[in-house]
């Protein structure tokens, strides 16, 4: 298989048989996999596990046929050649893997998923304490060099104003919940 193309035609003509791994339930690989099933139409078995490496360890020997990994866990075997990249999740391409289509690319238009990394403080703190702590974050993020040192992690800095990160978090709140209760996705 060399296209996320083939990976659907494949999942189309094998309903449930095909295993997806993650780490774990309610993870989110497991609700971007449940995502993906949902707007290409496919089912497949989910098999969780208790981190990306153990679930990245089973797909190369085969017992799993597809996870959505973090470019850091996937990239060392793309590279080696003994896994192929089928698609990122985000709008764009990454920089990290450029020749890597995006889903929407792929032929799922709309398909946005990103993994985010934020700093938060209790909701208590005064507004003058968090408008300090953002000027801050926001000028370290971008200094050139943590820039550089991101990028190099897979990492694209945003540094926004904690009005519009709480706003970002809403809705990325809202898109789960919808994505795990479509999918009857329950964490025990």
Do not use: C
Not at 48 to 72: C, E, N
Not at 127 to 137: D, Q, R, S, V, W
């Amino acid at each position: 298989m060399k296209t996320l193309q083939e990976f659907v035609a494949l999942a189309r003509s094998r309903p449930g048989k095909l295993n997806y791994g993650t780490t774990g339930v309610g993870a989110a690989n497991h609700l971007v996999t449940e995502l993906f099933d949902s707007k290409a139409g496919i089912r497949m078995t989910h098999i969780p596990y208790r981190g990306t490496a153990l679930a990245v360890t089973d797909l190369l020997a085969g017992h799993v046929q597809v996870v959505f990994a973090d470019p850091i866990s996937a990239l060392p075997h793309i590279n080696a050649g003994t896994l192929r990249a089928l698609a990122v999740t985000s709008k764009e391409r990454s920089p990290v893997a450029p020749d890597v289509p995006t889903i929407s690319e792929s032929g799922y238009p709309g398909f946005d998923v990103i993994a985010w990394h934020g700093i938060l403080a209790p909701a208590n703190t005064p507004p003058a304490i968090i408008n300090k702590l953002n000027t801050e974050i926001v000028a370290a993020l971008k200094d050139p060099e943590t820039k550089a040192l991101l990028e190099k992690q897979a990492m694209q800095t945003v540094g926004n104003s904690p009005e519009a990160f709480a706003s970002f978090i809403r809705q990325d709140i809202a898109v789960w919940k919808a994505v795990a209760e479509q999918a009857k996705v329950e964490v025990k």
